[in-house]
């Protein structure tokens, strides 16, 4: 399985937060799921840091390029298409995170780890909760 991680979910995964469904858990810890991760998902996650939202030690950067190795995923890299897939999608929302995350998973092909409800019921993406 091709699997984007959403940047909730990757963030969970990572931090062990209990949210995390066992299917989820299973699913990037198999070996033969192919993990993905937009760039969008680093930007959203220091945004959060910025915010006061989440804390990352010792500092979000730092954090960042630690949880980059700790967990493998491949670059799902941003491009032209992708930009204009992601003001083409219905979604309920204009969130540009969430956007451009949905493009890129129906871009790249891939399954889309996500818990939010605005994302799964979206009949253009395949998702896994």
């Given amino acids: ?12 995964y990572l931090l062990g937060d209990q949210r995390l469904s066992l299917q989820l ?35 979000p950067v730092t ?18 298409a992708i930009a204009i897939l992601s003001r083409q999608i219905a979604l309920p929302h204009q969130d540009p995170g969430d956007r451009f995350i949905v493009a890129t998973a129906i871009y790249y092909g891939l399954k889309l780890a996500t818990v939010d409800a605005n994302l799964t019921s979206n009949s253009a993406l395949q998702t896994l909760s």
């Fill in 63 to 80: 954090w960042v390029n630690l949880a980059l190795k700790t967990l493998e995923t491949r670059e799902a890299p941003m491009n032209h």
């Fill in 25 to 59: 858990q299973t699913a990037i810890a198999d070996i033969n799921t192919e993990l993905w991760l937009s760039p969008i998902s680093i930007w959203e996650t220091l945004i959060l840091a910025e915010k006061g939202r989440i804390s990352l030690q010792p500092d």
């Fill in 1 to 12: 399985m091709k699997l984007l991680l959403d940047t909730h979910i990757w963030l969970w």
